[in-house]
């Protein structure tokens, strides 16, 4: 490491402030979806022992843990976003054990899980190859590892960075987009896979309007909220204005709503 490089210990403790804020619970029910076809496309089995890495309020966990009939494991550094994955799977009477854990340092044994899944989760760690060889170092040989990360030019990516032109990340760290491109999952995964492949869906995502998107990742959404902390009151209508547009020239639903088809890479590797 030079002397440029960030203190990627540093950035992981704000990250980990960031996604506390807000609800993102709120926000993961509009891309549940991505958990059951990611579930589907993985074949689980019952007795499959999955891990969720960054799993939030816990999607990928659920959907899994309906195929598995139990023994799912969904590991997040925000507690509160545990504690709301506990209520959902008591709630669907399903056996799902929530774990406090940083998807760069995971406190599990080598080879471990059947398969790791991570849906929009572990592609936000600021060191990557820390990330992919965590996913690697859990799974048996053999076993899969099934991942959702938005792609760089589907529209969840053009908001990020339409987002990062006001509020720009911290310097000399990857975008967590470059994980929604096959280039950068072979670097990452390397010889640790013996197979992937990788698919391009749509999460469609319905709002009212354009302000309606706003006013909702403003409330629920950690890094739109410190997005807007961070340019201040004489930044925020440059923000707001440039959300707008590029919301207004991404919807589909002319003029009777605002609706994302956003466009995330599906990803199936087998560990080797």
Request: a positive charge; aromatic letters at 6%; charged letters at 30%.
């Given at each position: 490491m030079n002397d440029a490089s960030p203190d990627l210990a540093a950035v992981t403790q704000v990250q980990q402030q960031i996604w506390s804020k807000g609800d993102f619970a709120m926000v993961a029910g509009i891309v549940y979806n991505a958990s059951e076809n990611l579930a589907e496309a993985l074949e689980l089995i019952p007795g499959e022992r999955v891990l969720d890495v960054a799993c939030g309020s816990g999607n990928g966990a659920i959907s899994a843990a309906r195929r598995t009939w139990g023994g799912t494991v969904g590991a997040d550094y925000v507690p509160a976003l545990l504690e709301r994955g506990r209520e959902r799977a008591a709630a669907e009477r399903l056996e799902v054990e929530f774990v406090e854990a940083d998807a760069q340092d995971l406190p599990f044994e080598d080879a471990s899980f059947d398969v790791a899944m991570s849906i929009f989760g572990a592609m936000f760690a600021p060191d990557q190859p820390k990330a992919a060889s965590e996913l690697l170092r859990v799974v048996k040989p053999g076993g899969r590892i099934g991942m959702g990360n938005w792609t760089p030019d589907g529209a969840v990516g053009?908001?990020?960075?339409?987002?990062?032109?006001?509020?720009?990340p911290?310097?000399?760290?990857d975008s967590p987009l470059l994980w929604g491109t096959e280039e950068r999952l072979r670097e990452l995964f390397g010889d640790g896979i013996a197979d992937l492949r990788v698919e391009?869906?749509?999460s469609r995502q319905p709002f009212r309007s354009a302000d309606h998107y706003i006013e909702f990742f403003r409330t629920y959404f950690g890094p739109t909220q410190t997005a807007y902390e961070r340019v201040g009151p004489e930044g925020e209508q440059a923000l707001t204005d440039d959300l707008q547009a590029f919301l207004e020239a991404a919807n589909t639903a002319g003029d009777r709503a605002l609706v994302l088809e956003a466009e995330y890479l599906e990803v199936i590797a087998t560990r080797a």
């Open positions: 053009k908001m990020f960075k339409t987002i990062a032109k006001h509020a720009p911290p310097p000399g760290v391009r869906r749509i």
